[in-house]
């Protein structure tokens, strides 16, 4: 089983990089190399700091490159966490920075060392498509700073049984490691043993039960 | 993990259900039983849904209540015919259909904005696809980078932009204003290609830059030729009193064997000739030096007034590769390229002046020297008319003025001879001065081509040695900006 630690520090300290940078935008003024540039002069007539701003587009672009490295690191991370007998490798290109288009692929190793490339999300299985959304979606939840807590009615379906606990394993690590709350509507069973707590609702009636209570109910 | 506690009342089927989220909270049931509406429920009460067909049948209103116990927020959101939000005990009625921005300040779940679609990242709803299929990689990558769209920085990239775009069609309306044809560094190169000759100039400077020896060397060989001078001088002197005194004592040889035994007159005249020839010789080769030495010191007089001109050429590439490089926008370039096209004029014109007064200062200077000669002609002329005269008075002495007659001491003979060489020396003083003159209009003619009055020579060169002053100084005045410039850029 993997071991998962600190797969989110990274982002914290990324972002709050990119934080400084717009609340140095935001206060009109901009500190560059040592020079203080006023935001609003520059936007009529000074032309160095017009300079400073291009110089801070490109450091805002070297974060992007920097962001899609950790959003991949944490997806393969995922992958290979999740489905632990294959070889899968998430990557992405960009194929036009000004107008920021990318292209998702995932590769599989095969035995002989080549790989099989797919086209993300139409050429890849259901199960890896959840899995790659979930970890997309607490990721852009955590890099929006938006509350912690997902809703989900009836997800990952998708995912074979052999898989579910490593898949369990994961989620409960990213709940955890960014103290969220999810509530999560569902009638598959497999899932049950892992949720803190479990509610059964029978003809709009909502009642607390244990695993062996609700899984008692879901057989009948 | 802090729980979240949530009360659903007459919601849809829900009549009054309590749950606590905590961690990973499942809910399970049969299907319609209710499970999907503590979904909606909860989504209703956090963006204040429209319409009240949810509102379970026979009640006239329902509410949903969540209370974080992260820092005890609580929301209560009823929906009768009206919506209303109780938050942390504020009561705000009439919302409409918008949730009040405290309740959304502090909820903080409204869904995030890509390319005008709405997506609500804390919701994941039945039979919607996963975000990957929901989202494209480039609306994904845009949420990731947390688009700048519209941001302030986006702002100023697009004046930025604008600005550059309005300053290259000053620059045109510029170019086109000044008539500037160079669009492109190879332009500036062309107008270089005049400058070319000066790289032929290369190897006179390298003699300049050993010009303080030369100089030195120069000062040496004139104390020795001043030093020889006078030697030859003396030297001279004491030949000229020997070879008189040896006149004058006709058996001087003779007297100097017999009473000066030791005094070996024939060595010493030898040797004083020896001393003599070769100082002569030195004399000569030192002079050829220093006429060599001079024209060096010529030659760096010219050159260093022309070193402005080869800092010029540098600052002329230096602009081609700053225009090459596009390091700096096209006003800046634009700028210098005009001050190198104005003092590449300037110099120019300090060209041409300069070819015009060099070549009318050697023309005056041969006007002044044959006119010196041809007076000098004209002079002796009129002297060996008059001696003619004076000898072809017959009845006059040459010689005392007397009458002439037979007892008299003059040769006829002589005369005649004396009067034949007088004329053929006036034929050729006759022709010496019709050579002269014919130099004179030829120079006159030569003046008055390059555009000069022949006869206001004088101060028409002065006037243009004034002129050629001030276009220096400009041209220095240019050069010294353009070098401010380029240390500015």
Known sequence: MTNYTNLFSKLDSLYSKREYLLNQLSSYTVVLNGIEYEIDKALTEDKRLLRALHNLRMLLDLFSNDALNLLRDLINKGLSGVFYDRKYFFDYEITDTKRKLIKFVLKEQNEDGTYIVSAVPDSIGGGVQVVISIIIQLFLIKVWDKRPFLLLDEAFTQISSKYVDHFMKFLDYLVTDLDFNVLWITHDKRFLPYFKRIYNVTLGNVEQVSVETALQQLDN | ?489
């Open chain 2, 1 to 489: 993990m802090k729980k979240i506690k949530v009360r659903i009342q007459n919601y849809e089927i829900l009549k009054d259900a309590t749950i606590v989220v905590e961690g990973v909270t499942g809910i399970i049931g049969e299907s319609n039983n209710g499970k999907t509406s503590i979904f909606r429920a909860i989504k209703s009460a956090f963006n204040n849904t429209a319409g009240n067909s949810y509102i379970r049948q026979g009640e006239k209103s329902c509410t949903v209540g969540v209370l974080f116990e992260e820092d005890n927020g609580k929301i209560v959101w009823r929906k009768g015919s009206s919506a209303s939000y109780l938050f942390n005990g504020i009561s705000m009625d009439k919302t409409g259909r918008s949730l009040p921005e405290m309740i959304e300040t502090y909820l903080n779940m409204s869904p995030v904005v890509v390319d005008k679609d709405k997506i609500d990242i804390n919701f994941l709803p039945q039979l919607e696809p996963p975000l990957i299929r929901l989202l494209t990689e480039s609306k994904t990558y845009k949420l990731l980078v947390k688009s700048l769209d519209g941001d302030k920085i986006s702002t100023a990239i697009e004046l930025c932009e604008k600005d550059i775009s309005s300053n290259n069609e000053k620059i045109k309306s510029k170019r086109l204003e000044h008539s500037i044809k160079s669009e492109t560094a190879l332009d500036i190169k062309n107008k270089l290609i005049r400058f070319q000759p000066l790289e032929k100039l290369k190897p006179a400077y390298e003699l300049v830059r050993h010009l303080p020896l030369v100089l030195e060397k120069l000062d040496y060989i004139k104390l020795l030729l001043v030093d020889n001078s006078r030697s030859l001088i003396s030297l001279n002197k004491e030949y000229n009193s020997f070879i008189t005194k040896r006149g004058s004592f006709k058996d001087f040889d003779q007297f100097l064997e017999t009473h000066s035994g030791y005094l070996d007159y024939s060595s010493t005249y030898k040797n004083l000739t020896d001393i003599s020839n070769s100082l002569k010789k030195n004399t000569l080769e030192l002079q050829e030096r220093s006429n060599r030495v001079c024209l060096v010191e010529k030659l760096s007089v010219n050159l260093n007034k022309q070193r402005n001109l080869v800092s010029l050429i540098k600052i002329g590439h230096t602009i081609e590769a700053l225009d090459k490089s596009q390091l700096f926008d096209r006003g800046v370039v634009s700028g210098l390229q005009e001050t190198y096209t104005r003092i590449s004029g300037n110099y120019n014109t300090i060209f041409s002046n300069r070819n015009t007064l060099n070549s009318l200062l050697s023309r005056r200077d041969n006007l002044y020297l044959i006119k010196e000669g041809l007076d000098v002609a004209r002079l002796r002329l009129k002297e060996v008319n008059e001696e003619i005269m004076l000898y072809m008075d017959k009845n006059k002495c040459p010689l005392c003025g007397g009458v002439m007659n037979e007892e008299s001491h003059f040769d006829l003979d002589l005369l005649n001879q004396k009067i034949d060489i007088l004329r053929q020396k006036k034929s050729k003083l006759e022709s010496e001065i019709e050579l002269r003159d014919e130099q004179i209009s030829k120079l006159r003619n030569e003046v008055t081509k390059l555009g000069y009055n022949p006869d206001t020579l004088d101060s028409d060169i002065e006037k243009i040695k004034d002129s050629l002053l001030v276009f220096e100084k400009e041209a220095e005045i240019y050069v010294k900006e353009l070098e401010d410039l380029e240390a500015a850029v």
